[in-house]
């Protein structure tokens, strides 16, 4: 983990090309402080990213980590399965060094959590 004297990094948002988002297919980077979320500097910048309790519950926000380091002091509902499988919930995540995300991975953190029976997986799937 390097910290800066600054305590901001760069985040580097890429929203999939097969996005519903607005931002389908778009790059972005943000500069996000030690004490912000990924979400909250995404919509600082102009950059609608979808979440809805955030408060790290309902995993609409769900990303994939490509490369560098986030902590999750307050999420309600992450644990180290997610963590060990790539995923970081942008509502609750706190960059501690330049990282890059993949956003709108609701589904397949869906089906990760479904997968290890860990909610709200089976019972968003109907299985």
Known sequence: MTRRANATWTVTVVVPDESSL???????????????TILAAARSAGVWLPADCQQGWCITCAA???????????????DD???EAGFV???????????????????????????????PGNAKLGD
């Open 64 to 78: 994939r980590l490509v490369e560098g380091d986030v902590v999750h002091p307050s999420a309600r509902r992450y």
């Open 22 to 36: 607005d931002a389908a297919g778009e790059t972005v980077e943000l500069e996000v402080a030690e004490h912000e």
């Open 89 to 119: 919930l942008t509502c609750t995540a706190k960059p501690r060094a330049d990282t890059t995300v993949v956003v709108d991975q609701y589904d397949d953190l869906l089906e990760h959590r479904a997968d290890r029976g860990k909610p």
């Open 81 to 83: 399965g997610d963590r």
